[in-house]
């Protein structure tokens, strides 16, 4: 196997790719430090590399980088023998190592408490006992400062009682009060914040993928809350409520508090963390609306209103591309076009760059068939690439197959209108067939079930508008199909499926 002649499809180089301005900056400090690196050749090749920030898009040539960073030591070269190939490609992994410990460091350097009580134990270890109340007491002001009570905030206060403990065991490990409480109380509330946000996790996981999780201590620790839910720190009693929305107990009573919970603490959580708990509520909220509870729809659409203001879905990342579609799919459904078309213009250069064409337009496809224009729904639609993720392929099927029903009218249709229709459903069985047969970890049987469910009825609603001229068709067949759409527990599409039957039934009647 011939050696690349570039680095740009290095793991370095694609690292780099996501720093901005300032990030180089800091790095740039970092590598030069001789505290981090005392290798100039790596600071060399740094300086050199910088030149094609931040895009790096155009070639960086090894041969040029050689000839940039030995230009003492090598004649100027053309092309790079194997062992000059090996001493550049060395550089390149040390510079590599050096930009992840740059990340791992910076991680660190915003960990404020994280960094006060590993200073305090360090000076507790060489038992300097009167020197560590000066940084107690930036610790505690810091804590206080804090505006955000999540999981960091309860891991910070428990490192901090923590190191007061082995503070006060140090100075008299017989007195009466050494702060062995507190450590227990603050072990208890991260432990308890930790687990319960894990399980929402985990059990909302099993709803999407094809796992199983096993919960040790999920009675227990749903019983201890149970007791005084009131009583518990905001982001338990909020993952709390989750927790019971997702095992089904008492959906009603815990989905009202939920939503006044976030209401009322939701400014006490950093937008990842509330992006989180969005995500749980919607997950919710799609699984409710595709077993037949179409009183959610609103209610989606409001949570999605809701958390794009302030910026749960774009806080410090890209917005989630799937977010996108399912917010966009959300305005359909509660028939509100002008709005996704707000939306989509004004949200579409926040998705990543390589999916600022492929989603608006998956996108602009759904909206123009919501507004009964089909070959403009379908001129978009093939702008659409495919996606490496399943759901986009589904989404890409069922508007082709629902497309190709619009536009096949009736038995009399052209005989290419529908065999363009009965393929592109056969498309869509074959796509579902292949993801059972490969046991797809990636898809949960909730989601098979879903569009495998959608297969079989528009299967039928096909048959029954194509096959024969509607007046041969039996009224009792069409009814019962619209039975059916109506009663499947889990169906894609249930609403488009029982206006398609109904729009048939009307006819025969």
């Known amino acids: 196997m011939s050696e690349q002649k570039t680095i740009n499809s290095t793991r370095l180089i694609n690292i780099l790719r996501t720093f901005d301005k300032e990030e180089l900056k800091q790095l740039d400090k970092f590598v030069r430090s001789p505290y981090f690196n005392t290798n100039l050749n790596v600071s060399t090749l740094f300086g050199q590399l910088k030149k094609h920030a931040p895009h790096f898009s155009s070639e960086i040539l090894k041969v040029a980088l050689f000839n940039k960073i030995y230009t003492k030591k090598y004649n100027k070269q053309t092309v790079l023998s194997a062992s000059e190939n090996r001493l550049l490609n060395d550089l390149v992994h040390k510079l590599t190592k050096l930009v992840e410990e740059f990340l791992a460091y910076d991680k660190f350097d915003k960990k404020e408490i994280y960094k006060h009580s590993l200073t305090i134990d360090n000076l507790l270890e060489k038992k300097l ?13 810091a804590l206080k400062k804090m505006p955000h009570k999540d999981r960091d905030y309860y891991q910070d206060l428990f490192l901090l009682n923590e190191s007061h403990f ?61 007791e005084d839910v009131e009583s518990q720190e905001p982001i338990v009693q909020i993952y709390y409520h989750i927790l019971m929305v997702m095992k089904g107990s008492d959906v009603g009573s815990h989905f009202l508090k939920l939503k006044e919970s976030i209401k009322v603490f939701g400014s006490l959580f950093h937008l990842h963390e509330l992006r989180q708990m969005y995500i749980f509520i919607v997950n919710y909220c799609v699984r409710r609306i595709k077993a037949g509870g179409l009183e959610y729809k609103e209610e989606l659409f409001t949570i999605y ?58 996108a602009y496809a759904h909206l123009h068939f919501h507004l009964k224009d089909f070959d403009k ?41 529908k065999k363009f229709l ?17 046991k797809d970890k990636t898809i949960s049987e909730t989601n098979l079930t879903n ?30 199909l619209l039975l059916d759409i109506k009663q499947e527990d889990s169906l894609e599409e249930r609403d488009w499926l029982q206006e398609k039957a109904e729009e048939l039934l009307k006819k025969k009647k």
């Open 129 to 141: 006992t009167d020197e560590v109340n000066s940084i107690f007491r930036k610790a505690e002001s």
């Open 166 to 226: 082995h503070h006060k065991m140090l100075l008299n490990n017989r007195a009466k009060d050494v702060g062995m409480q507190e450590v227990i109380n603050s072990l208890q509330k991260t432990s308890l914040t930790n687990l319960i946000r894990l399980y929402c996790a985990a059990l909302n996981r099993e709803k999407i993928c094809n796992v199983h999780y096993s919960y040790p201590l999920m009675d227990s620790l749903i019983e201890y809350i149970r």
């Open 305 to 362: 209103q809701n958390s794009l203001n302030p910026p749960v879905w774009n806080s410090s990342m890209h917005f989630s591309s799937n977010t996108f579609m399912l917010i966009a799919k959300s305005a359909l459904n509660v028939n509100r076009p002008d709005w996704l078309i707000e939306f989509i213009e004004k949200y579409k250069a926040e998705l990543n760059p390589k999916h600022q064409i492929t989603v608006p337009a998956l």
């Open 377 to 417: 729904s379908m001129e978009n639609l093939l702008r659409v690439d495919n996606h490496v993720d399943f759901i986009y392929n589904f989404y890409y099927r069922i508007l082709e197959i629902k497309i190709a029903f619009e536009q096949t009218v009736n038995f009399n249709s052209p005989s290419r209108k």
């Open 422 to 438: 009965t393929d592109k459903i056969e498309a869509l069985r074959f796509f579902i067939d292949r993801k059972k047969n490969n």
């Open 451 to 480: 569009y495998g469910n959608f297969y079989k009825l528009v299967r039928r609603l096909a048959v029954i508008k194509t096959e024969k001229p509607l007046h041969f068709v039996p009224l009792e067949k069409v009814a019962k």
